[in-house]
């Protein structure tokens, strides 16, 4: 017997998809706020993890330049003591 190939399995999926069918069930008011609350939770889920991760992407990208400019600058505060004028001597 021979396997079913990706091409029959994405027709098989197509026909059972898009081909209607009697659905005999009762679908109360009810269920279209379920519906739009969990389409706008997923939209809202979506968007949080999008923001999380332009949010560390642009980390990445100004975080490193902002170092490479300070490093090659050779300016560092901590690289030698302040002169506060008190020195002696």
């Known amino acids: 017997m021979n396997r079913p190939t990706r091409r029959d399995l994405s027709i098989a ?30 939209l809202a889920a979506g968007g949080y993890i999008i923001r999380g991760y332009w949010s560390r992407l642009k980390r990445r990208v100004f975080h490193s330049d902002r170092k490479a400019v300070a490093d090659g600058d050779g ?8 002169d506060d004028g008190s020195a002696q001597g």
């Open 13 to 42: 999926a197509t026909v059972f998809v898009f081909v209607p069918t009697a659905a005999h069930a009762y679908v109360d008011p009810g269920s279209a706020g379920f519906v739009i609350t969990s389409v706008l939770g997923a």
């Open 75 to 82: 300016s560092n505060s901590t690289d030698a003591p302040a």
